[in-house]
């Protein structure tokens, strides 16, 4: 049985139809990427795994647990996690606070005023810190770190809830190409360390085709191809979505830069 199943996923905005009856399957220890030029529905099916939104109609079952009707939380609570976009909301904590609060939100702990954040599950988020090779500057203000960085301390709070499945909304956007592929990389290693499952969404098809196992390519909310980077760059359907977008899909020659 596949982790997480999608099947006929639809979503109307009144009369726009997102998402148009969308399949798919992952499995654990997968790294799966959900690409398609902007509108296509990406967000939409994102927020629709996590809760966030409610499906018009379909079924999105996690271990054969059909989501589609519970509430975020519950679904968190099952084992989708998702990164969190820690820039604008806990820059004045350190970056251990930072963890430490996404762990207090998962196992439903009242912050109580009298007690810092400081004195929960400070070991437990040392111990994440050190999967995304952070734990060394545990103790710096969020907002002095370098960008990169905060991404893995982003990373790290997604994996508060012990996810099985981790959904990940343009993880790399704004990098550099060097820190880019050190955090595709990680969340790569995290992926087979904890036989995991990873949903990314992309605009960066030189991420996608260098880290995903497979991708799944929405357009105007349809499913239009399923594949290996190899497959992908050579369907027809994708070439034809992605004309004029400026995105490319020719192999890169050998040295090209990533
Ligand atoms: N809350 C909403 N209300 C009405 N229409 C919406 C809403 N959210 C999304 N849409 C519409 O649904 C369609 C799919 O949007 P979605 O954001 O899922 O696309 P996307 O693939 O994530 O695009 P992008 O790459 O630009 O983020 C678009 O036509 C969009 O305008």
Known sequence: MSLLEVRNLRKAFGGNIAVDGVNFDL?????????????????????????????????????????????????????????????????????????????????????????????????????????????????????????????????????????????MDEPTAGMAPKE?????????KLVVDRNMAVLFTEHSMDVVFAYADRMIVLARGQLIAEGSAEEIRNHPKVQEVYFGTGKTFEKKTAGAQA
């Open 180 to 188: 880019r592929n050190d955090l595709m990389a990680l969340t790569k």
């Open 27 to 167: 499995h654990a220890g997968e790294l799966l990427a959900l690409i398609g030029p902007n509108g296509a529905g990406k967000t939409t099916t994102f927020n629709m795994v996590n809760g966030q939104l409610r499906a018009t109609a379909g079924s999105i079952k996690l271990n054969g647990t059909e989501l589609t009707r519970l509430p975020p939380r519950e679904i968190a609570y099952l084992g989708v996690g998702r990164t969190f976009q820690i820039a604008a909301t806990f820059a004045s904590l350190t970056v251990v606070e930072n963890v430490q609060m996404a762990l207090l939100a998962h196992n439903r702990k009242v912050y109580s005023f009298w007690k810092p954040a400081a004195a929960y599950y400070r070991e437990k988020a040392m111990a994440l810190l050190a999967q995304v090779g952070m734990d060394s500057q545990a103790d710096r203000a969020s907002s002095e770190l370098a960008y990169g960085d905060v991404k893995r301390v982003e990373l790290a709070m997604g994996l508060a809830n012990d996810p099985k499945l981790l959904l």
